[in-house]
């Protein structure tokens, strides 16, 4: 081991200063010792070639020396600075601020311009800067290696000279104090190779950068101040050359002249303050740098990303459709539960005991009018109070008949169920008083008996043989929650029902309590006989809140006027259709969880499509996570790039897929008569889920790529 003694003013300003420095390798169960004891000081300015055969430790010591790896022993001081004890975010901020890398295999990434390959260390930089200032010092960079006019071109697009310049542009891009380069003509033709280090003389003699030359080749060597011998991990020689014995030109070359008026772009920048000084990079830049990147990245595989993306469009599309579509059934749901009334009770007449057989619910007749009153008058947390008689019976107009149920209704029974007069007027008070002959038909009715278009107003139609005059049609509601024609049935005055049309059944003949409420059916068949007597009584409570309230104000009530003692059988029973309806709702919410949660599912596949994609990517590029690492990347920022690539094709994916799902839900509306509104809680829900998939699913490649050590993923094949 030797190190050779400076001159004291070169000593005073070393920008390397490696002691006693070895490195040892495990390979199984042998020990490898790469670098043996190891002492070398670099003053600023010099030109250093370091030589030696397969497996001297040359390599070893210029990964060393990059702070690409770490000695085993012995102290390495950069510019001042012990970095042998550095972390690992110290030592990634030493190579990208301090240090520049030129290797034989050039390392510039494929599909990306010259002047982005430059820009690359800029994106890791504490120094941040905009896009623009990045292009402007990578084409000063470029400008300064004669290659202003190939900034566009890709690597493929270029010489194996010119990629070499571009990677020494990029290692200049931040005004390193030191400059290494790894067999920096080992792939490049005898010509080319001149040129280059005649680039590299240029460098050190007009910019004053040092510069430390890895080769096996004397003639390459020639070049340099100092040529430093390795052999088995020790320097065996180390020799200074005066300007007499540096190396000339190869025959026919032409040597490169670096263009000076570049320099002040960039070194006459040159920062000499010391690691510890080093500025914090804002937040904001942090995130402007990971983005660009992840873009840039992103952008160069064009149809892979695209179809990456398809699985989470596919997902985020079938949720918004799919929620649009439960959405509609809600609706629907609503439409049928406002068509019942709002917060509506119902009061049908209890069970007949007979020789101790007890009939169902309805086949008593103990509801009167005079009951509907009491519970207007008595029940405070009552509203509206409506009853009926039905009954099922023929009605006929000219030569068409048709069976339907036939209400006999008190005034107010179609506000209190929702009934709207479409066509003409409604039953009024006037019409109750004087028992009048009049019917409104319900939509069925109407076009069973009347032909398309014909006006049925002031028509006589036979209802149970009485003629009544035609006053009004109501407006369609469809089918109930049961499946059931609301639509069928036509409405006529309470009076006139009880005394002229209806009257006392025979019992024989059939009746329908569930035309519009489903009622449990009447095997006695038994319908009023007594004046007053009704089938329901309709009860409106005054809000939501007081439903329980009037149901068990309605109970009092009745069991006093009908004398029911507690504990007795009740002959009458009351309903409360808010939770018939609020069951349905819920079951129409199940539904539509259930079909969101169907249409996630292609959203986890959607991700994990992302990771196959990007553990496929990670693989592929760890030569480029390699340089990243080299020129200033952090494990930090390889971790968040490619989560952000992750992100960024999964929210990408996601907000087409909001756009497509909006487009679907849109046409389902407009070629059916479904409705399906859009939902923008489900929009942001899709949106945020695209997010969670891509950061869940990227993480893992993410965290394989930033665990990389940066020596093996640069020596990668």
């Known amino acids: ?174 005004a390193p104090s030191l400059l290494l380069a790894d067999e920096p003509t080992g792939n490049l033709d005898t010509k080319t190779s001149h040129e280059i280090m005649e680039t590299l003389v240029a460098l050190n003699r007009d910019q004053g950068v040092t510069i430390i030359v890895v080769t096996h080749e004397p003639d390459i060597a020639a070049y340099a101040h100092r040529v430093i011998t390795m052999r088995d991990g020790e320097i065996i020689s180390d020799q200074r050359r005066t300007p007499s014995e540096m190396g000339e030109p190869a025959p026919g070359s032409a040597a490169l002249v670096v263009d000076k008026s570049a320099e002040t772009s960039i070194f006459r920048s ?117 009853y009926l008689m039905r009954q099922m019976t023929q009605v006929q107009f000219g030569n068409q008949n048709w069976t339907t ?52 107003l002031g028509a006589t139609i036979l209802v149970k043989g009485v003629p009544l005059r035609v006053i009004g049609v109501l407006a369609a509601k469809g089918q109930s929650m049961w499946g059931q024609d609301q639509d069928d049935l036509v409405m006529i005055p309470f009076k006139t029902g009880e005394r002229k049309v209806l009257g006392v059944a025979a019992p024989s003949q059939q009746t329908n309590l569930t035309a519009l409420y489903p009622l449990p059916p009447n095997p006695f068949n038994l319908q009023p006989r007594l004046t007053g007597y009704v089938n329901q009584i309709f009860v409106q409570a005054a809000s939501q809140e007081q439903i329980q309230a009037v149901i068990g104000q309605i109970s009092q009530v009745l069991m006093r006027r009908h004398r029911i003692k507690p504990g007795d059988l009740k002959d009458f029973d009351i309903r409360n259709l808010s939770q018939i309806a609020e069951t349905a709702e819920s079951s129409s919410k199940v539904m539509a969880i259930l079909l969101a949660i169907v249409a996630s599912i292609s959203l986890v596949v959607g991700g994990i499509g992302i990771m196959n994609i990007l553990l496929v990517s990670v693989t592929e590029r760890t030569r480029e996570i390699g340089l990243r690492m080299a020129v200033g990347a952090r494990r930090l920022h390889v971790l968040t790039q490619f989560l952000a690539e992750a992100v960024l094709m999964s929210v990408t994916g996601g907000v087409a897929g909001i756009l497509a799902g909006v487009g679907i839900s849109e046409l389902i509306s407009l070629f059916s008569e479904w409705s399906s509104p859009i939902s923008f809680v489900a929009m942001a829900i899709g949106f945020l889920f695209s997010v969670a998939v891509g950061a869940f699913f990227g993480y893992y490649p993410a965290r394989k790529a930033a665990h990389f050590d940066p020596i093996q993923a640069l020596r990668y094949e």
């Not at 107010?412 to 169920?417: E, H, L, S």
Request: aromatic content about 4%; hydrophobic content about 45%.
């Open 1 to 174: 081991m030797t190190m050779s003694r400076q001159p004291a003013e070169v000593m005073r300003d070393l920008v390397i200063d490696a002691r006693s420095l070895t490195r040892t390798f495990e390979v199984g169960d042998v020990r490898v010792r790469a670098l043996r004891g190891v002492n070398l000081a670099v003053a600023r300015g010099e030109f250093v070639a370091i030589m030696g055969a397969s497996g001297s430790g040359k390599s070893t010591l210029m990964a060393i020396l990059g702070c690409l790896d770490q000695p085993s022993g012995g102290d390495y001081f950069l510019e001042g600075v012990n970095v042998a004890a550095l972390a690992e975010p110290e030592l990634a901020k030493v190579r990208g601020e301090r240090l520049g890398f030129v290797f034989q295999s050039f390392n510039l990434l494929p599909r990306t311009s010259a002047i982005e390959n430059v820009a690359l260390p800029l994106f890791y930089s504490d120094r941040a800067s905009d896009g623009v200032h990045r292009r402007d010092k990578a084409r000063a960079a470029l400008k300064l290696m004669g290659l202003a006019d190939r900034e566009n071109n890709a690597p493929a697009q270029l010489s194996g000279g010119q990629q070499q310049r571009v990677a020494i542009a990029r290692a200049l891009i931040n």
């Open 270 to 386: 040159r920062d000499r303050v010391r690691p510890e000084g080093w500025a914090r990079v804002s937040p904001l830049a942090f995130a402007s740098m990971v983005i660009s990147a992840a873009i840039q990245a992103i952008g160069r595989n064009k149809l892979r990303s695209a179809l990456t993306m398809l699985g989470v469009f596919i997902g985020v599309a079938a949720l918004i459709a799919m929620v649009a579509v439960g959405r509609g059934a809600n609706e629907a749901v609503r439409r049928q539960i406002q068509s019942l009334g709002t917060n509506l009770v119902v009061v049908v007449p209890g069970a007949v005991v007979s020789g101790g057989v007890r009939s169902g619910f309805g086949s008593a007749s103990t509801l009167t009018v005079a009951d509907a009153q009491a519970i207007r008058r008595e029940a405070t947390a009552a509203g509206l109070v409506a």
């Open 405 to 456: 149920n036939v209400l006999a209704t008190s005034v107010n029974y179609p506000p209190v169920t929702n009934w709207i007069i479409e066509v003409g007027r409604g039953v009024s008070e006037e019409d109750e008083k004087s028992a009048a002959l009049v019917v409104v038909l319900g939509r069925t009715v109407y076009r069973q008996l009347f032909a398309h278009d014909e006006n049925p």
